[in-house]
């Protein structure tokens, strides 16, 4: 007899002397739960960290050219946004700037494209939605009166600021 014969012989003869009918299946529960995130409206801002520096220019030449800066912008998908620039110093109205150097003066403003970008919520770029991408601006600074004043260096603190 081979080995495969007495095998399944021994394996039948188990399964009489030991019948199956008692087994049981195992029994499992369960419960649900929820896995949530939320996510909120938020907005970050980056430049170059650099100054804007306008060239040294003697005062009875004509006024430095424009510099530009470029900044961007990443809010959450769909969430509206509005760019604007606070100056330390100001004038009447709010897209108006000035750099002083201690009672003296020059006049200075910051576009984008066509548009001037104001010092308050609404003044400047405004209407403006979130991608979840960073958009990019370059805005352009632009010495509106050049007139004599005392050799020295003349600055402004600007704060860019995003409403959301």
């Known amino acids: 007899m081979s080995k495969f014969s007495i095998s ?14 008692n087994v049981t299946a195992a029994t499992t529960s ?3 739960f929820t896995v949530q995130v939320q996510v909120t409206a938020g907005c970050a ?3 170059d960290g650099a100054a804007v520096t306008f060239a040294s220019t ?12 470029s900044v961007g912008i990443t809010c959450t998908t769909g969430t509206g946004y509005t760019l604007y620039i606070t100056s330390a110093n100001t004038v009447t109205g709010n897209t108006a700037r000035i750099m ?7 006049g200075y403003r910051i576009l984008q494209g066509a548009n001037v970008i104001g010092n ?5 770029l405004g209407s403006l939605t979130g ?9 352009t600074y632009n010495i509106t009166n050049w007139t004599a004043v005392t050799p020295n260096t ?3 603190t600007a704060t860019l600021q995003v409403d959301f």
Do not use: M, R
């Not at 003697?58 to 800066?69: E, F, I, K, L, R």
């Not at 308050?120 to 400047?124: L, S």
């Open 8 to 21: 399944a012989f021994a394996l039948s003869a188990a399964l009489i002397a030991f019948p199956l009918n």
């Open 30 to 32: 369960g419960t649900g």
């Open 45 to 47: 801002i980056t430049t």
């Open 58 to 69: 003697a005062g009875t030449a004509a006024a430095p050219a424009d510099q530009t800066h």
């Open 100 to 106: 002083t150097n201690g009672s003296e003066s020059i």
């Open 120 to 124: 308050t919520v609404g003044t400047g």
């Open 131 to 139: 991608s979840g991408i960073e958009q990019s601006y370059t805005l």
């Open 154 to 156: 003349y600055t402004d």
